[in-house]
């Protein structure tokens, strides 16, 4: 018993550590677009809180599962509104440059954090393979959809055709093989982030794109 004690709490604190660390990139990215977008201070702290929990939330509805994560941390709100405030004021006094190539570096952490942490929640809760990969990949993709939607941006994840979700998808697939065997909890979740996120960041790194879809018949 104690040792099956031993291993919720551990794997309880390696899931609350990668979320943790995922809504504060994936904060970041948010923040720095709505920046780049010029919002007010009150659309920074939306836009930021869209790209932070929008993923989560998602998978936590989709799997029934209650409280949502950032109502059962409800620290992280507060961490998040002190956040926005503090990159605010320091890029007003930094006279800091917004670009779109600086949220992609945060943006691809966010996203191997969040698909390793939210493949192995629906793996807790006895989901089938298939469906804990997918409920990954909403986690790490739908918080930037939500994001660039408020920003009038068709969503990164669908007009980049550098891979996006792609990485997601492959680094979940870690997750279900380091559970399958049977490696520790930290190990497999460090393993499957790191998959999502090199995948991604070797993709903004070398320009690789996936090619474009091409419609039938030439345009008359």
Same mark, same amino acid.
């Given at each position: 018993?104690?040792?099956?004690?031993?291993?919720?709490?551990?794997?309880?604190?390696?899931?609350?550590?990668?979320?943790?660390?995922?809504?504060?990139?994936? *904060?970041?990215?948010?923040?720095?677009?709505? *920046?780049?977008?010029?919002?007010?201070?009150?659309?920074?702290?939306?836009? /930021?809180?869209?790209? /932070?929990?929008?993923?989560?939330?998602?998978?936590?509805?989709?799997?029934?599962?209650?409280?949502?994560?950032?109502?059962?941390?409800?620290?992280?709100?507060? *961490?998040?509104?002190?956040?926005?405030?503090?990159a605010m004021l320091f890029?007003?006094?930094?006279?800091?440059?917004v670009t779109e190539r600086?949220?992609?570096?945060p943006d691809a952490l966010?996203?191997?954090?969040?698909?390793?942490?939210?493949?192995?929640?629906?793996?807790?809760?006895?989901?089938?393979?298939?469906?804990?990969?997918?409920?990954?990949?909403?986690?790490?993709?739908?918080?930037?959809?939500?994001?660039?939607?408020?920003?009038?941006?068709?969503?990164? /994840?669908?007009?980049?055709?550098?891979?996006?979700?792609?990485?997601?998808?492959?680094?979940?697939?870690?997750?279900? /093989?380091?559970?399958?065997?049977?490696?520790?909890?930290?190990?497999?979740?460090?393993?499957?982030?790191?998959?999502?996120?090199?995948?991604?960041? *070797?993709?903004?790194?070398?320009?690789?794109?996936?090619?474009?879809?091409?419609?039938?018949?030439?345009?008359?």
């Amino acid at each position: 018993m104690s040792g099956l004690k031993t291993t919720l709490f551990t794997l309880s604190n390696a899931q609350v550590a990668i979320e943790a660390v995922a809504t504060i990139a994936f *904060a970041l990215s948010g923040l720095l677009e709505a *920046a780049r977008k010029r919002l007010d201070a009150v659309g920074v702290c939306v836009v /930021a809180g869209l790209a /932070a929990f929008g993923g989560g939330t998602l998978r936590d509805v989709l799997l029934d599962r209650r409280p949502f994560f950032w109502v059962e941390h409800a620290l992280w709100l507060w *961490a998040l509104l002190a956040l926005c405030v503090g990159a605010m004021l320091f890029m007003r006094a930094r006279h800091f440059a917004v670009t779109e190539r600086a949220m992609q570096w945060p943006d691809a952490l966010g996203l191997g954090l969040f698909t390793a942490g939210g493949t192995q929640i629906a793996l807790d809760m006895q989901q089938p393979a298939i469906v804990a990969v997918l409920m990954g990949t909403v986690t790490a993709v739908f918080g930037g959809v939500l994001r660039d939607i408020v920003c009038n941006e068709i969503p990164a /994840a669908f007009r980049d055709h550098r891979p996006y979700a792609i990485c997601s998808f492959a680094g979940a697939w870690v997750t279900v /093989a380091a559970q399958q065997l049977e490696l520790s909890h930290w190990l497999g979740l460090v393993l499957a982030a790191g998959t999502a996120t090199l995948l991604r960041a *070797a993709a903004l790194w070398t320009g690789f794109t996936l090619p474009s879809w091409q419609p039938g018949g030439a345009e008359r």
